[in-house]
């Protein structure tokens, strides 16, 4: 069956730090990709996806790249600021219904 | 455009009781997705529909949860009868996409019902 595997959180970084999440994924067939931002107090909302190998996901100042050969899709970003805090998910989307099935989760805080 | 609706935000009940949750996709998704995310885990697929029709529910423990879907729009969620485990937010989602097409079609998320069950 489909799974995804994100880094163990959580992650604490200084404002202005570069930030690595790390995804790996498996899946039957040819999924999409997606990063699910999750804010204190609100609910999952899209943040970026990848269709297809190579293709690159951005939003934010967030990017992702879809690495078929490795199965990865890592979240990265160059600076990040104190509203990145958060939890992030990384998700595909696969099969004919278009299953889409999430990793764990990694808790993001960002310190001024 | 309103985002998908979910009540109540909170509940709280006693082990063995029912429960019922009610969600409202956006206007024209074909697609209905109920998750349950217990604290520090990803949400869980338990249930997905494509307009009435059930296309997946294979992690739905069908002994004491239900959904429906009625006339492809409004959805309920029930548990009876609930256990401790049971605690957890259980969200609602809706995509445009019906199965079988729209490659990386964004599915949209309800602020969630946080379920205490004591």
């Known amino acids: 069956g489909n799974s995804v595997t994100q880094m163990e959180g959580p992650v604490t970084l200084s404002e202005e730090a570069f930030l690595t999440i790390n995804c790996t994924y498996t899946?039957?067939?040819?999924?999409?990709l997606f990063w699910y931002v999750q804010y204190p107090g609100e609910g999952l909302q899209l943040l970026l996806k990848?269709?297809?190998?190579?293709d690159k996901g951005s939003n934010k100042g967030f990017e992702a790249t879809y690495r078929k050969e490795t199965t990865s899709f890592h979240l990265e970003k160059g600076s990040v600021q104190v509203s990145d805090s958060a939890v992030y998910f990384c998700?595909?989307?696969?099969?004919?219904?278009?299953?889409?099935?999430f990793g764990s989760g990694t808790q993001l805080t960002v310190l001024p | 455009e309103a985002g998908v609706a979910q009540s109540p935000r909170y509940k709280i009940i006693e082990k063995r009781q029912s429960v019922a949750f009610w969600c409202n996709p956006i206007?024209?998704?074909?697609?209905l997705y109920w998750y349950q995310q217990i604290l520090g885990q990803g949400p869980k697929l338990l249930i997905q529909?494509?307009?009435?029709?059930?296309?997946?529910d294979s992690q739905l423990p069908k002994d004491r949860f239900s959904a429906e879907r009625l006339k492809g729009v409004d959805s309920t969620l029930k548990i009876q009868p609930a256990k401790l485990e049971d605690s957890a937010v259980y969200l609602c989602?809706?995509?445009?996409?019906?199965?079988?097409?729209?490659?990386?079609?964004?599915?949209?998320f309800g602020q969630g019902t946080r379920l205490t069950v004591v």
């Open positions: 990848a269709t297809k190998a190579d």
């Open positions: 899946a039957t067939g040819y999924p999409s």
């Open positions: 998700a595909l989307s696969s099969g004919s219904a278009r299953q889409l099935t």
């Open positions: 989602a809706s995509s445009l996409v019906a199965p079988g097409q729209g490659f990386g079609t964004e599915a949209f």
């Open positions: 529909f494509q307009n009435n029709g059930v296309v997946d």
């Open positions: 206007s024209g998704h074909a697609t």
